[in-house]
Protein backbone atom coordinates (compact mmCIF):
# COMPACT_ATOMS: atom_id res chain seq x y z
CA UNK A 1 0.00 0.00 0.00
CA UNK A 2 1.44 3.24 -1.11
CA UNK A 3 1.29 5.56 1.94
CA UNK A 4 0.65 9.40 1.56
CA UNK A 5 3.99 11.40 1.54
CA UNK A 6 3.81 14.81 3.89
CA UNK A 7 5.63 17.97 1.99
CA UNK A 8 6.00 20.46 4.18
CA UNK A 9 5.69 23.05 1.50
CA UNK A 10 2.26 22.13 -0.18
CA UNK A 11 -0.33 19.04 -0.75
CA UNK A 12 0.97 15.98 0.46
CA UNK A 13 1.52 13.28 -2.53
CA UNK A 14 -1.34 11.14 -3.13
CA UNK A 15 1.10 8.19 -3.36
CA UNK A 16 4.80 7.32 -4.00
CA UNK A 17 3.44 7.21 -7.98
CA UNK A 18 3.12 10.74 -7.70
CA UNK A 19 6.83 11.34 -6.33
CA UNK A 20 9.36 12.42 -9.29
CA UNK A 21 12.57 13.69 -9.26
CA UNK A 22 11.45 17.38 -9.78
CA UNK A 23 8.55 16.71 -7.36
CA UNK A 24 11.26 15.50 -4.80
CA UNK A 25 13.39 18.11 -4.27
CA UNK A 26 11.44 20.78 -5.28
CA UNK A 27 13.44 21.77 -8.85
CA UNK A 28 11.41 24.40 -9.87
CA UNK A 29 11.17 26.23 -6.84
CA UNK A 30 14.78 25.57 -6.47
CA UNK A 31 15.58 27.15 -9.26
CA UNK A 32 13.12 30.11 -8.56
CA UNK A 33 15.20 31.47 -5.47
CA UNK A 34 18.23 33.17 -7.62
CA UNK A 35 16.91 36.56 -7.98
CA UNK A 36 19.33 38.82 -9.14
CA UNK A 37 18.90 42.40 -7.81
CA UNK A 38 21.74 44.26 -10.23
CA UNK A 39 21.22 45.84 -13.46
CA UNK A 40 23.60 45.97 -16.58
CA UNK A 41 22.92 49.79 -17.94
CA UNK A 42 23.77 48.08 -21.20
CA UNK A 43 21.54 45.90 -21.51
CA UNK A 44 19.07 45.95 -19.09
CA UNK A 45 19.67 42.66 -17.48
CA UNK A 46 21.49 41.45 -14.13
CA UNK A 47 24.98 41.44 -14.20
CA UNK A 48 25.91 37.96 -15.59
CA UNK A 49 28.25 37.25 -12.86
CA UNK A 50 25.77 37.64 -9.49
CA UNK A 51 23.73 34.64 -10.87
CA UNK A 52 26.85 32.67 -10.03
CA UNK A 53 27.84 34.52 -6.32
CA UNK A 54 23.79 33.69 -5.71
CA UNK A 55 24.57 30.27 -6.38
CA UNK A 56 27.79 29.82 -4.69
CA UNK A 57 26.19 30.62 -1.43
CA UNK A 58 22.84 29.67 -1.59
CA UNK A 59 24.54 25.98 -1.61
CA UNK A 60 26.80 27.15 1.47
CA UNK A 61 24.07 27.74 3.00
CA UNK A 62 22.56 24.05 2.07
CA UNK A 63 25.93 23.12 3.11
CA UNK A 64 25.79 24.61 6.49
CA UNK A 65 22.19 22.99 6.96
CA UNK A 66 23.86 19.83 6.63
CA UNK A 67 27.14 20.54 8.58
CA UNK A 68 24.61 21.25 11.60
CA UNK A 69 22.89 18.10 11.28
CA UNK A 70 25.62 15.66 10.76
CA UNK A 71 27.33 17.51 14.23
CA UNK A 72 24.48 17.76 16.30
CA UNK A 73 24.17 13.83 15.35
CA UNK A 74 28.13 13.96 16.61
CA UNK A 75 26.39 15.34 19.68
CA UNK A 76 23.72 12.23 20.21
CA UNK A 77 26.25 9.46 19.38
CA UNK A 78 28.99 11.15 21.69
CA UNK A 79 26.36 11.04 24.45
CA UNK A 80 25.65 7.72 23.99
CA UNK A 81 29.27 6.42 24.25
CA UNK A 82 29.40 5.73 20.75
CA UNK A 83 33.19 6.13 19.87
CA UNK A 84 34.01 4.51 16.52
CA UNK A 85 29.94 5.67 15.20
CA UNK A 86 30.83 9.64 16.22
CA UNK A 87 34.16 9.53 14.06
CA UNK A 88 32.49 7.90 10.94
CA UNK A 89 29.79 11.24 10.95
CA UNK A 90 32.56 13.40 11.75
CA UNK A 91 34.44 12.01 8.30
CA UNK A 92 31.22 13.18 6.84
CA UNK A 93 31.58 16.59 7.93
CA UNK A 94 35.45 16.61 7.06
CA UNK A 95 34.47 16.10 3.21
CA UNK A 96 31.70 18.52 3.26
CA UNK A 97 34.44 21.03 4.57
CA UNK A 98 36.78 19.87 1.42
CA UNK A 99 33.50 20.04 -0.44
CA UNK A 100 33.43 23.98 0.82
CA UNK A 101 36.95 24.78 0.38
CA UNK A 102 36.66 23.94 -3.23
CA UNK A 103 33.50 25.77 -4.07
CA UNK A 104 36.10 28.88 -3.81
CA UNK A 105 37.85 27.85 -6.29
CA UNK A 106 34.91 28.76 -8.24
CA UNK A 107 34.17 31.77 -7.01
CA UNK A 108 38.04 33.17 -7.15
CA UNK A 109 37.21 32.85 -11.22
CA UNK A 110 35.63 36.06 -10.92
CA UNK A 111 37.95 39.24 -11.16
CA UNK A 112 37.71 42.24 -9.30
CA UNK A 113 36.03 43.98 -11.79
CA UNK A 114 33.37 41.42 -12.33
CA UNK A 115 32.36 41.47 -8.95
CA UNK A 116 32.19 45.30 -8.88
CA UNK A 117 29.76 45.08 -11.80
CA UNK A 118 27.03 44.22 -8.92
CA UNK A 119 28.62 45.15 -5.42
CA UNK A 120 26.72 47.71 -5.13
CA UNK A 121 23.80 46.50 -5.37
CA UNK A 122 24.28 43.99 -2.34
CA UNK A 123 23.20 47.13 -0.34
CA UNK A 124 23.50 45.77 3.78
CA UNK A 125 23.96 42.47 2.64
CA UNK A 126 26.72 40.34 4.11
CA UNK A 127 28.17 37.14 4.66
CA UNK A 128 28.79 38.06 8.33
CA UNK A 129 24.56 37.74 8.38
CA UNK A 130 24.77 33.89 8.51
CA UNK A 131 23.20 32.92 11.11
CA UNK A 132 23.75 29.05 10.46
CA UNK A 133 27.36 30.00 10.37
CA UNK A 134 27.38 31.70 13.56
CA UNK A 135 25.52 28.05 15.14
CA UNK A 136 28.04 26.00 13.47
CA UNK A 137 30.84 28.37 15.19
CA UNK A 138 29.13 28.37 18.43
CA UNK A 139 28.35 24.57 17.96
CA UNK A 140 32.26 23.67 17.68
CA UNK A 141 33.10 26.12 21.03
CA UNK A 142 33.66 29.40 18.82
CA UNK A 143 31.66 31.37 20.91
CA UNK A 144 30.69 35.71 21.16
CA UNK A 145 27.95 36.86 22.95
CA UNK A 146 28.05 40.37 20.50
CA UNK A 147 27.00 37.69 17.81
CA UNK A 148 24.27 36.99 19.32
CA UNK A 149 22.89 40.10 19.54
CA UNK A 150 23.36 40.65 15.67
CA UNK A 151 20.27 38.74 14.82
CA UNK A 152 16.84 38.75 15.78
CA UNK A 153 13.39 36.96 15.27
CA UNK A 154 13.75 32.77 14.46
CA UNK A 155 17.69 33.54 13.36
CA UNK A 156 17.95 35.26 17.08
CA UNK A 157 16.50 32.40 19.01
CA UNK A 158 18.50 29.58 17.20
CA UNK A 159 21.50 31.30 18.23
CA UNK A 160 20.98 31.92 21.29
CA UNK A 161 19.89 27.99 22.02
CA UNK A 162 23.45 27.36 20.70
CA UNK A 163 24.94 29.74 22.47
CA UNK A 164 23.68 28.21 25.63
CA UNK A 165 24.34 24.56 24.54
CA UNK A 166 26.83 22.63 25.20
CA UNK A 167 30.00 21.91 22.67
CA UNK A 168 31.04 19.30 20.94
CA UNK A 169 34.60 19.77 22.47
CA UNK A 170 32.58 19.24 26.00
CA UNK A 171 30.88 16.13 24.57
CA UNK A 172 33.96 14.63 23.93
CA UNK A 173 35.53 15.53 27.79
CA UNK A 174 32.20 14.20 28.93
CA UNK A 175 32.25 10.71 26.74
CA UNK A 176 36.19 10.62 28.16
CA UNK A 177 35.08 11.25 31.83
CA UNK A 178 32.94 8.20 31.10
CA UNK A 179 35.20 5.96 29.83
CA UNK A 180 37.20 6.59 33.35
CA UNK A 181 39.54 9.08 32.12
CA UNK A 182 41.05 11.46 35.09
CA UNK A 183 39.49 14.84 33.56
CA UNK A 184 39.11 17.85 35.97
CA UNK A 185 35.88 18.74 37.21
CA UNK A 186 36.28 22.25 36.20
CA UNK A 187 36.48 21.31 32.79
CA UNK A 188 33.86 19.10 33.07
CA UNK A 189 31.61 21.68 34.73
CA UNK A 190 32.64 24.57 33.08
CA UNK A 191 30.32 27.52 31.11
CA UNK A 192 29.33 26.25 27.70
CA UNK A 193 29.14 29.64 27.20
CA UNK A 194 32.67 30.94 27.40
CA UNK A 195 35.53 30.31 24.77
CA UNK A 196 37.09 27.09 25.31
CA UNK A 197 40.71 27.05 26.66
CA UNK A 198 43.67 25.25 26.91
CA UNK A 199 43.89 22.60 30.44
CA UNK A 200 46.76 20.72 31.11
CA UNK A 201 44.38 18.28 33.10
CA UNK A 202 42.49 17.42 29.89
CA UNK A 203 45.49 17.37 27.74
CA UNK A 204 46.63 14.32 30.51
CA UNK A 205 43.37 12.84 29.93
CA UNK A 206 43.88 13.02 26.17
CA UNK A 207 47.48 11.80 26.12
CA UNK A 208 46.00 8.48 27.99
CA UNK A 209 43.30 7.81 26.00
CA UNK A 210 45.35 7.55 22.99
CA UNK A 211 46.77 4.75 24.46
CA UNK A 212 42.68 3.59 22.98
CA UNK A 213 42.71 3.10 19.43
CA UNK A 214 39.04 4.07 19.12
CA UNK A 215 39.61 7.18 21.44
CA UNK A 216 43.18 7.95 19.60
CA UNK A 217 41.01 7.65 16.55
CA UNK A 218 37.88 10.31 17.33
CA UNK A 219 40.90 12.13 18.64
CA UNK A 220 42.92 12.94 15.42
CA UNK A 221 39.13 12.54 13.77
CA UNK A 222 38.79 16.21 15.81
CA UNK A 223 42.34 17.42 14.96
CA UNK A 224 41.66 17.22 10.92
CA UNK A 225 38.06 19.10 11.61
CA UNK A 226 39.47 21.78 13.47
CA UNK A 227 42.64 21.96 10.45
CA UNK A 228 39.64 22.00 7.77
CA UNK A 229 37.77 25.04 9.51
CA UNK A 230 40.86 26.54 9.38
CA UNK A 231 42.06 25.94 5.77
CA UNK A 232 38.38 27.19 5.33
CA UNK A 233 39.30 30.63 7.21
CA UNK A 234 42.60 30.51 5.22
CA UNK A 235 40.87 30.21 1.80
CA UNK A 236 37.81 32.53 2.54
CA UNK A 237 40.72 35.48 3.57
CA UNK A 238 42.56 34.85 0.44
CA UNK A 239 39.83 34.99 -2.10
CA UNK A 240 38.40 38.12 -0.14
CA UNK A 241 41.67 39.79 -0.67
CA UNK A 242 41.90 38.83 -4.41
CA UNK A 243 38.59 39.84 -4.95
CA UNK A 244 38.27 43.21 -3.13
CA UNK A 245 41.46 44.03 -1.74
CA UNK A 246 41.51 45.65 1.40
CA UNK A 247 38.77 47.92 0.38
CA UNK A 248 35.78 47.73 3.24
CA UNK A 249 33.34 44.83 3.19
CA UNK A 250 30.07 44.35 1.65
CA UNK A 251 27.74 45.79 4.63
CA UNK A 252 30.49 48.11 5.98
CA UNK A 253 32.11 45.01 8.33
CA UNK A 254 36.37 45.24 7.07
CA UNK A 255 36.39 42.58 4.74
CA UNK A 256 39.93 40.58 4.77
CA UNK A 257 41.67 42.37 7.76
CA UNK A 258 38.26 40.79 10.36
CA UNK A 259 38.87 37.81 8.77
CA UNK A 260 42.21 37.53 8.95
CA UNK A 261 41.68 37.60 13.00
CA UNK A 262 39.88 35.01 13.10
CA UNK A 263 42.90 32.65 11.80
CA UNK A 264 44.39 30.16 13.47
CA UNK A 265 42.36 30.46 16.69
CA UNK A 266 41.69 26.49 17.33
CA UNK A 267 38.33 25.43 17.95
CA UNK A 268 40.14 22.58 20.22
CA UNK A 269 43.57 23.84 21.78
CA UNK A 270 44.43 21.04 23.86
CA UNK A 271 44.57 18.79 21.07
CA UNK A 272 47.11 20.74 19.37
CA UNK A 273 48.75 21.43 22.78
CA UNK A 274 49.61 17.55 23.48
CA UNK A 275 51.74 17.03 20.07
CA UNK A 276 54.95 17.77 22.29
CA UNK A 277 53.22 14.90 24.85
CA UNK A 278 54.37 11.55 23.47
Known amino acids: MN ?16 LTYGSYLMVPELLSLQRCVSIDPATGK ?3 DETLFIVI ?15 DYVMTLLDADKVQASGHRLKR ?28 FLANASGFQSAQFRELEFLL ?34 LLDRAGY ?9 DVRQAVIEDEGVQAAIVACYADDGFASLCETLTDLD ?29 AAYLATTLFRPAF ?6 RAGF
Open 3 to 18: LPLENPFGSPFSNRDD
Open 46 to 48: PEH
Open 57 to 71: HQVYELWFKQLLHEL
Open 93 to 120: VLKILKTLVGQVDVLETMTPAEFASFRS
Open 141 to 174: GIKDRVQVDWFQGADGERLRTRYEAPTLWDGVLH
Open 182 to 190: DLPAAALQR
Open 227 to 255: EGLQEWRYRHVMMVRRTIGTNMGTGGSDG
Open 269 to 274: PDLWAI
